[in-house]
Protein backbone atom coordinates (compact mmCIF):
# COMPACT_ATOMS: atom_id res chain seq x y z
CA UNK A 1 0.00 0.00 0.00
CA UNK A 2 1.15 3.16 -0.81
CA UNK A 3 0.79 5.94 1.99
CA UNK A 4 0.37 9.64 2.20
CA UNK A 5 0.72 10.74 5.80
CA UNK A 6 -0.31 14.23 6.59
CA UNK A 7 0.48 15.91 10.00
CA UNK A 8 -2.58 17.30 10.18
CA UNK A 9 -2.05 20.08 12.43
CA UNK A 10 0.94 21.65 10.65
CA UNK A 11 -0.67 21.45 7.13
CA UNK A 12 -3.64 23.19 8.52
CA UNK A 13 -1.52 26.05 9.99
CA UNK A 14 0.27 26.19 6.73
CA UNK A 15 -2.77 26.55 5.03
CA UNK A 16 -4.32 29.36 7.07
CA UNK A 17 -1.04 31.03 7.36
CA UNK A 18 -0.99 30.89 3.09
CA UNK A 19 -4.57 32.23 3.55
CA UNK A 20 -4.01 35.36 5.81
CA UNK A 21 -0.68 36.64 3.78
CA UNK A 22 -2.41 36.08 0.02
CA UNK A 23 -5.63 38.74 0.16
CA UNK A 24 -7.98 37.20 -2.26
CA UNK A 25 -6.78 33.70 -3.17
CA UNK A 26 -8.53 31.50 -4.89
CA UNK A 27 -7.27 28.09 -4.20
CA UNK A 28 -6.78 25.90 -7.33
CA UNK A 29 -7.32 22.39 -7.25
CA UNK A 30 -6.67 20.32 -10.30
CA UNK A 31 -5.51 16.76 -12.23
CA UNK A 32 -5.04 14.49 -9.15
CA UNK A 33 -5.99 17.01 -6.49
CA UNK A 34 -1.63 17.63 -5.92
CA UNK A 35 -1.74 13.99 -4.23
CA UNK A 36 -5.33 14.42 -2.17
CA UNK A 37 -7.46 14.18 -4.74
CA UNK A 38 -9.84 17.41 -5.59
CA UNK A 39 -13.07 16.00 -3.67
CA UNK A 40 -10.88 16.73 -0.44
CA UNK A 41 -9.43 19.90 -1.12
CA UNK A 42 -12.48 21.62 -2.22
CA UNK A 43 -13.75 20.52 1.58
CA UNK A 44 -10.73 21.88 3.06
CA UNK A 45 -11.04 25.05 0.48
CA UNK A 46 -14.87 25.89 1.63
CA UNK A 47 -13.22 24.81 5.55
CA UNK A 48 -10.70 28.22 4.53
CA UNK A 49 -13.40 30.13 3.85
CA UNK A 50 -13.04 31.09 0.49
CA UNK A 51 -15.30 32.42 -2.07
CA UNK A 52 -13.60 30.96 -4.92
CA UNK A 53 -12.30 27.87 -5.90
CA UNK A 54 -10.33 27.22 -9.30
CA UNK A 55 -10.52 23.15 -11.05
CA UNK A 56 -8.60 22.66 -14.22
CA UNK A 57 -11.31 21.43 -16.99
CA UNK A 58 -14.84 20.86 -17.05
CA UNK A 59 -14.29 16.68 -16.47
CA UNK A 60 -13.11 17.74 -12.63
CA UNK A 61 -16.28 20.30 -11.64
CA UNK A 62 -18.07 17.00 -10.61
CA UNK A 63 -15.43 16.46 -8.05
CA UNK A 64 -16.18 19.48 -6.51
CA UNK A 65 -19.40 21.30 -7.15
CA UNK A 66 -21.30 19.53 -4.10
CA UNK A 67 -18.66 19.98 -1.52
CA UNK A 68 -18.06 23.33 -2.26
CA UNK A 69 -20.40 26.60 -1.90
CA UNK A 70 -18.74 29.00 -3.57
CA UNK A 71 -17.93 29.86 -6.76
CA UNK A 72 -16.19 27.38 -9.07
CA UNK A 73 -14.23 28.74 -11.96
CA UNK A 74 -12.82 26.71 -14.50
CA UNK A 75 -8.91 27.20 -15.78
CA UNK A 76 -9.34 25.80 -19.34
CA UNK A 77 -10.96 27.77 -21.94
CA UNK A 78 -14.79 26.83 -23.16
CA UNK A 79 -14.20 24.89 -26.38
CA UNK A 80 -17.57 23.95 -28.28
CA UNK A 81 -16.31 20.49 -27.98
CA UNK A 82 -16.01 20.17 -24.67
CA UNK A 83 -19.14 18.71 -22.56
CA UNK A 84 -20.26 22.10 -20.26
CA UNK A 85 -21.74 22.26 -17.31
CA UNK A 86 -23.71 25.50 -16.78
CA UNK A 87 -24.98 26.22 -13.03
CA UNK A 88 -25.05 29.53 -11.20
CA UNK A 89 -21.86 28.12 -9.16
CA UNK A 90 -19.66 27.83 -12.77
CA UNK A 91 -17.13 30.46 -13.72
CA UNK A 92 -16.27 30.17 -17.53
CA UNK A 93 -12.96 30.99 -18.84
CA UNK A 94 -13.31 32.56 -22.69
CA UNK A 95 -10.15 33.49 -24.67
CA UNK A 96 -11.67 33.82 -28.29
CA UNK A 97 -14.31 36.14 -30.16
CA UNK A 98 -16.13 33.18 -31.58
CA UNK A 99 -16.40 31.78 -28.26
CA UNK A 100 -18.38 34.75 -26.46
CA UNK A 101 -22.10 33.52 -28.60
CA UNK A 102 -20.83 29.72 -28.22
CA UNK A 103 -20.48 29.75 -24.79
CA UNK A 104 -24.27 31.45 -24.24
CA UNK A 105 -25.89 29.27 -26.77
CA UNK A 106 -28.24 27.14 -24.78
CA UNK A 107 -27.95 28.92 -21.68
CA UNK A 108 -30.90 29.47 -19.25
CA UNK A 109 -29.26 32.65 -17.73
CA UNK A 110 -26.56 34.41 -19.56
CA UNK A 111 -23.40 32.35 -18.12
CA UNK A 112 -20.69 33.84 -16.05
CA UNK A 113 -17.56 34.23 -17.63
CA UNK A 114 -13.70 35.74 -17.10
CA UNK A 115 -12.05 36.74 -20.34
CA UNK A 116 -8.33 35.26 -20.42
CA UNK A 117 -5.95 37.70 -21.95
CA UNK A 118 -3.04 36.28 -23.91
CA UNK A 119 0.45 36.66 -21.65
CA UNK A 120 3.78 36.37 -22.86
CA UNK A 121 2.71 32.45 -22.14
CA UNK A 122 1.20 32.57 -25.53
CA UNK A 123 -1.20 29.59 -24.44
CA UNK A 124 -4.80 30.88 -24.41
CA UNK A 125 -6.12 34.42 -24.79
CA UNK A 126 -7.17 37.20 -26.26
CA UNK A 127 -5.05 39.79 -28.10
CA UNK A 128 -5.33 43.27 -26.70
CA UNK A 129 -6.90 44.11 -29.77
CA UNK A 130 -9.37 41.24 -29.90
CA UNK A 131 -10.62 42.34 -26.22
CA UNK A 132 -11.42 45.84 -27.27
CA UNK A 133 -13.57 43.90 -30.32
CA UNK A 134 -14.82 41.84 -27.14
CA UNK A 135 -16.71 44.66 -25.92
CA UNK A 136 -19.23 44.43 -28.66
CA UNK A 137 -20.36 40.94 -27.89
CA UNK A 138 -20.54 40.59 -24.58
CA UNK A 139 -24.83 40.86 -24.31
CA UNK A 140 -25.27 37.04 -23.74
CA UNK A 141 -22.43 36.88 -21.05
CA UNK A 142 -21.98 38.35 -17.47
CA UNK A 143 -18.65 39.30 -17.24
CA UNK A 144 -17.14 38.73 -13.58
CA UNK A 145 -13.64 39.87 -14.34
CA UNK A 146 -10.13 38.89 -16.54
CA UNK A 147 -8.03 36.52 -16.59
CA UNK A 148 -3.97 36.27 -16.57
CA UNK A 149 -1.74 33.47 -16.36
CA UNK A 150 1.91 34.27 -16.18
CA UNK A 151 5.03 31.83 -17.14
CA UNK A 152 6.73 30.63 -13.82
CA UNK A 153 9.78 32.51 -13.82
CA UNK A 154 12.77 34.01 -11.47
CA UNK A 155 12.53 37.49 -13.35
CA UNK A 156 9.95 40.29 -12.55
CA UNK A 157 6.71 39.99 -14.13
CA UNK A 158 6.23 43.88 -13.26
CA UNK A 159 6.68 45.12 -16.85
CA UNK A 160 4.53 42.61 -18.55
CA UNK A 161 1.79 43.51 -15.60
CA UNK A 162 1.92 46.68 -16.57
CA UNK A 163 1.39 46.15 -19.81
CA UNK A 164 -1.43 44.02 -19.41
CA UNK A 165 -2.95 46.29 -17.15
CA UNK A 166 -2.84 49.10 -19.66
CA UNK A 167 -4.68 47.08 -21.81
CA UNK A 168 -7.48 46.11 -19.85
CA UNK A 169 -8.09 49.44 -19.11
CA UNK A 170 -8.07 50.32 -22.89
CA UNK A 171 -10.23 47.82 -23.69
CA UNK A 172 -13.24 49.40 -22.11
CA UNK A 173 -14.70 46.57 -20.37
CA UNK A 174 -16.57 47.19 -17.33
CA UNK A 175 -15.37 44.91 -14.53
CA UNK A 176 -12.35 45.60 -12.41
CA UNK A 177 -11.32 41.98 -11.01
CA UNK A 178 -8.16 40.38 -12.27
CA UNK A 179 -7.36 36.50 -11.37
CA UNK A 180 -3.74 35.95 -11.73
CA UNK A 181 -1.30 33.32 -11.67
CA UNK A 182 2.72 33.08 -10.74
CA UNK A 183 3.13 36.17 -9.65
CA UNK A 184 5.34 36.89 -5.71
CA UNK A 185 3.60 38.47 -2.76
CA UNK A 186 6.10 41.34 -3.36
CA UNK A 187 4.67 41.86 -7.20
CA UNK A 188 1.01 41.71 -5.73
CA UNK A 189 1.75 44.65 -2.97
CA UNK A 190 3.44 46.59 -5.80
CA UNK A 191 0.45 46.16 -8.91
CA UNK A 192 -2.07 46.73 -5.67
CA UNK A 193 -0.65 49.92 -4.69
CA UNK A 194 -0.90 51.26 -8.53
CA UNK A 195 -4.21 49.69 -9.66
CA UNK A 196 -6.18 50.49 -6.53
CA UNK A 197 -9.32 50.35 -8.09
CA UNK A 198 -8.86 46.69 -9.33
CA UNK A 199 -8.77 43.88 -7.23
CA UNK A 200 -6.39 41.50 -7.93
CA UNK A 201 -7.55 38.01 -7.17
CA UNK A 202 -4.05 35.31 -7.15
CA UNK A 203 -4.55 32.06 -7.88
CA UNK A 204 -2.46 29.46 -6.24
CA UNK A 205 -1.99 25.93 -5.97
CA UNK A 206 1.29 24.40 -5.40
CA UNK A 207 2.31 27.26 -2.91
CA UNK A 208 -1.28 26.47 -0.42
CA UNK A 209 -1.13 22.66 -0.66
CA UNK A 210 2.30 21.95 -0.86
CA UNK A 211 4.62 24.76 0.53
CA UNK A 212 5.27 22.78 3.70
CA UNK A 213 6.46 19.68 2.58
CA UNK A 214 8.17 18.54 6.13
CA UNK A 215 3.72 18.27 6.84
CA UNK A 216 4.03 15.15 4.27
CA UNK A 217 5.36 12.16 3.91
CA UNK A 218 4.94 9.18 1.43
CA UNK A 219 5.83 5.74 2.23
CA UNK A 220 5.52 1.79 0.50
CA UNK A 221 4.91 -1.58 2.26
CA UNK A 222 7.51 -3.97 1.52
CA UNK A 223 5.28 -6.98 0.19
CA UNK A 224 8.05 -9.59 -0.07
CA UNK A 225 11.79 -10.11 0.00
CA UNK A 226 13.84 -13.30 -1.72
CA UNK A 227 17.58 -13.19 -1.78
CA UNK A 228 19.47 -13.79 -5.17
CA UNK A 229 22.68 -14.61 -6.02
CA UNK A 230 24.77 -13.21 -9.26
CA UNK A 231 22.94 -14.23 -12.33
CA UNK A 232 19.96 -15.17 -10.92
CA UNK A 233 16.86 -13.94 -12.94
CA UNK A 234 13.70 -12.63 -12.05
CA UNK A 235 10.71 -10.03 -13.20
CA UNK A 236 8.97 -9.64 -16.37
CA UNK A 237 12.02 -9.14 -18.61
CA UNK A 238 13.96 -12.12 -16.81
CA UNK A 239 16.79 -9.73 -16.05
CA UNK A 240 19.91 -11.04 -14.00
CA UNK A 241 21.35 -9.89 -10.78
CA UNK A 242 24.10 -8.21 -10.92
CA UNK A 243 25.69 -9.48 -7.74
CA UNK A 244 24.19 -11.44 -4.22
CA UNK A 245 21.77 -9.91 -3.16
CA UNK A 246 17.62 -9.35 -2.50
CA UNK A 247 14.85 -8.52 -4.86
CA UNK A 248 12.42 -6.52 -2.39
CA UNK A 249 9.14 -5.70 -3.76
CA UNK A 250 7.19 -2.49 -2.86
CA UNK A 251 3.90 -1.31 -3.11
CA UNK A 252 4.06 1.66 -5.78
CA UNK A 253 4.21 1.37 -9.56
CA UNK A 254 3.37 3.14 -12.89
CA UNK A 255 -0.63 3.21 -11.54
CA UNK A 256 0.62 5.23 -8.88
CA UNK A 257 3.10 7.30 -10.77
CA UNK A 258 5.97 5.71 -9.56
CA UNK A 259 8.47 5.83 -12.13
CA UNK A 260 6.90 8.26 -14.84
CA UNK A 261 8.72 11.03 -15.73
CA UNK A 262 7.80 14.79 -17.71
CA UNK A 263 10.37 16.29 -19.78
CA UNK A 264 12.63 18.35 -17.76
CA UNK A 265 12.49 22.04 -16.85
CA UNK A 266 15.99 22.68 -15.32
CA UNK A 267 17.96 25.75 -17.50
CA UNK A 268 21.44 25.68 -15.97
CA UNK A 269 24.21 23.72 -16.75
CA UNK A 270 24.10 21.63 -13.86
CA UNK A 271 20.67 20.73 -14.90
CA UNK A 272 21.73 19.51 -18.23
CA UNK A 273 24.55 17.43 -16.29
CA UNK A 274 22.37 15.71 -14.03
CA UNK A 275 20.34 15.09 -17.22
CA UNK A 276 23.24 13.66 -19.00
CA UNK A 277 24.31 11.51 -15.90
CA UNK A 278 21.05 10.07 -15.10
CA UNK A 279 20.65 9.17 -19.27
CA UNK A 280 24.05 7.28 -18.43
CA UNK A 281 22.44 5.29 -15.74
CA UNK A 282 18.96 4.49 -17.95
CA UNK A 283 21.43 2.48 -20.63
CA UNK A 284 23.24 1.29 -18.61
CA UNK A 285 20.16 -0.49 -16.48
CA UNK A 286 20.25 1.25 -13.37
CA UNK A 287 17.78 3.36 -12.46
CA UNK A 288 18.04 5.29 -9.09
CA UNK A 289 14.21 4.58 -7.74
CA UNK A 290 12.81 6.39 -5.24
CA UNK A 291 12.41 4.23 -1.96
CA UNK A 292 14.81 4.38 0.82
CA UNK A 293 15.98 1.39 1.98
CA UNK A 294 18.59 2.09 5.09
CA UNK A 295 19.49 5.71 4.52
CA UNK A 296 19.66 4.67 0.63
CA UNK A 297 18.11 5.36 -2.80
CA UNK A 298 18.10 1.89 -3.99
CA UNK A 299 17.84 1.02 -7.49
CA UNK A 300 15.06 -0.25 -10.01
CA UNK A 301 15.21 -4.25 -10.64
CA UNK A 302 13.09 -3.67 -13.62
CA UNK A 303 11.05 -0.56 -14.61
CA UNK A 304 7.99 -0.32 -12.41
CA UNK A 305 4.94 -2.42 -12.62
CA UNK A 306 1.50 -1.51 -12.36
CA UNK A 307 0.99 -2.06 -8.95
CA UNK A 308 4.30 -2.50 -7.46
CA UNK A 309 8.05 -1.93 -7.50
CA UNK A 310 10.96 -4.90 -7.59
CA UNK A 311 13.79 -3.26 -6.16
CA UNK A 312 17.58 -4.55 -5.83
CA UNK A 313 19.46 -4.10 -2.67
CA UNK A 314 22.89 -5.73 -2.40
CA UNK A 315 24.29 -8.26 -0.06
CA UNK A 316 25.13 -5.97 3.62
CA UNK A 317 22.75 -3.74 4.12
CA UNK A 318 19.46 -4.03 6.34
CA UNK A 319 15.92 -5.29 4.86
CA UNK A 320 13.39 -4.18 7.15
CA UNK A 321 10.48 -7.15 7.52
CA UNK A 322 7.58 -7.77 5.24
CA UNK A 323 4.64 -5.84 6.04
CA UNK A 324 6.52 -2.32 7.32
CA UNK A 325 7.02 0.87 5.47
CA UNK A 326 9.79 2.33 3.18
CA UNK A 327 10.21 6.04 2.50
CA UNK A 328 9.27 7.22 -0.82
CA UNK A 329 10.10 10.48 -2.75
CA UNK A 330 7.26 11.43 -5.22
CA UNK A 331 6.47 14.38 -7.45
CA UNK A 332 2.90 14.99 -5.76
CA UNK A 333 0.76 16.37 -8.97
CA UNK A 334 2.00 12.47 -10.60
CA UNK A 335 1.07 10.61 -7.76
CA UNK A 336 -2.11 8.60 -6.50
CA UNK A 337 -1.63 7.11 -3.12
CA UNK A 338 -3.96 4.04 -1.78
CA UNK A 339 -4.95 5.99 0.94
CA UNK A 340 -4.36 9.28 3.60
CA UNK A 341 -3.57 8.66 6.60
CA UNK A 342 -3.98 12.75 8.86
CA UNK A 343 -2.67 12.69 12.11
Known sequence: MLTLYVDNDRWHAHLRSVVEAVPGIVPVTKGNGYGFGNRRLAVVAEQLGTDTLAVGTYAELGDVVDTFTGSVLVLSPWRSFEPVEHGPHVVHTVGRLADLAGVAAGAPEPPRVVLELMTSMRRHGFSARDLRAARQHLDGVSVEGFALHLPMSHTSH???????????????????????????????????????????????????????????????????????????????????????????????????????????????????????????????????????ISGKHRLFGEPPHMQVSMLFVPDGDTIPPVGSEVDVRVRFTTTYVDRTVFS
Not at 261 to 285: H, M, N, Q, S, V
Request: aromatic fraction near 6%; hydrophobic fraction near 40%; glycine fraction near 12%.
Open 158 to 292: LSEMHRLMNDLVASGIPTRRVYVSHLSDAEFAVLRASYGDFELRPRIGTRLWLGDRDALQVRSTILDCHEVERGDTFGYRGRSAPRHGHIVVVSGGTAHGIGLEAPTGGATLRDRAATIAKGGLDAAGFVRSPFT
